[in-house]
Every structure is written in structure tokens, then in C-alpha cells.
């Protein structure tokens, strides 16, 4: 595939093209560069959500930032326009919380992380310690301190088990570009040799998650995203059909660089409309 590829065609992939797929029931979607970008809303992206709630078809919007809980992150997008409930939001941070809580009910955990991830490890039960947890859980913050770092490596240097909300190196703000969780998990991992668990986006876990929470099926799912190394890969890995959007990370003539093909390309959110019936 090229740059001069006509984006609106069905592009053929190991699963086929999605038109020999089943009737999509279930909608998934990742959010920045889908809906929102820089906190301003995607063309296309209010049309999308108003009408999913018209069809009542089930949906949820995905996101690796494990920061917010579901509730501030619908006040959020709600500020750009989109009117999305929080039960519609799925994040890192409640897949890390449910994956935990299925490998070890009621454990604990040394947390560094915001209140979106200490929120949904609390409401599974797990109690937040800095005396022999189970595990050192490693997410998104604004305030990455060196303190607790140093706790995290040496807590694992002993034995306890790492997990982290997410791969993703950076993340974006007004003023350019933020370490996240996956350059911090780096330096937690130089320094001790020990490598984290990720739980979410490329992990299919993150898709199987958001699949039970919503109560779709794989072979009747779609998933929207704008990165091929995280929300496409994902996707296909849980068996769902895929939709790159060009809004976002991945360029057009990015795509041929990867060794799998989403089930289709379109040039924006607002060019998934018509699929919703």
C-alpha cells in the first residue's frame, strides 16, 4: 500500500475484508487522535457518539491513560462537546485492577499511579501499601517522584512482582511531550533487570477486558484506533475487525511498514458513520 492509496476502500487483511465479516454489534474506540486531539474534539466525533447512543449498539472508549477515573474523564470530553457516560469509558487502569484481581483477589500493591488507578484498585479490593505488597504497580502521573522510584526498584529488587498500566513512552500535553509509564517502567527496569507486566494497549488482555465489561463478542466487534503498534495490532490479536483512522499517530504511508493490514483505513472518525446501522 502507498500514500496514494484511495482510503475509503476495504483493505484486505488475514481475517478477510470486513464487509465478509459479521454485522458489527459492539464498538470500540480509542480516544486521542480519534475523537479528541489536544483536547479538541475530531471532526465527526460528536456524530459518532450521538449516533451509537441513537442505535443503541454497545460501546466503549478505550484509552492507556490510566490518570483520570472513568467519571472525570467523561467531565473531559464532555467539555469538548462529546457526551460519553462513564460507563462507556474503559482504561488501563480498571484492566490493570481487573487482571489483579483475577491472578490474586485482595492483594496489595505499592501504587504509583493518580487517582484513576488507585480509584479502581481500591474498588476491587486491593489495599495500597508500601509493606510487602504483592505487587509494585507502576501507571501515569504528572508528578513522577524520584522517592518513589527508588521504593519501587528496591521493593522489586526483593521479590515483588511489577506491573505496569501500559507501554507508552510518552504522552502528550499543551507544552510538547511527557515521560509516561513506559519510559519510567524503563529506568524501574534498568535498574533492577527485572521487566514489567503491561496489561494494556498493544496487550490483547486490554481488548478482552473492555469485550467482558461491555458484553460483546469478538467476531461482531470492531475497534477504532489511530496507531497500528498499539490499537490495530490489539485488535486483531483479540480477534476483533479493525479500523485505522489518519487522524492521529499512523500515517498512510506508514502502514506497509507493518507485517498485519487493519480491516479497513479511513481518513477520519467522521468517515465511520455510515457504518453504524
Sequence with gaps: MTGRHDHQEIITCDNGPMSKHKPIECWLSDMDGVLVHEGLPVPGAAEFISRLSASGKRFLVLTNNSIYTPRDLAARLA???LQVPASAIWTSALATAQFLADQRPGGSAYVIGEAGLTTALHEVGYVLTDLNP???????????SFSQITKAIRLIENGV???ATNPDPVGPSHEGSLPACGAVAAMISKATGVEPYFVGKPNPLMMRSALNAVEGHSEST???GDRMDTDVVAGMEAGLQTILVLSGVTRAEQI???P???SRVVPSIADVLDMID
Design 161 to 163: 512482582r511489577f506491573i
Design 79 to 81: 467539555a469538548a462537546g
Design 134 to 144: 504483592d505487587y509494585v504497580v507502576l501507571g501515569e502521573t504528572r508528578t513522577y
Design 260 to 262: 498485519y493490514r487493519p
Design 256 to 258: 506497509d511498514r507493518f
Design 222 to 224: 470492531a475497534m477504532i
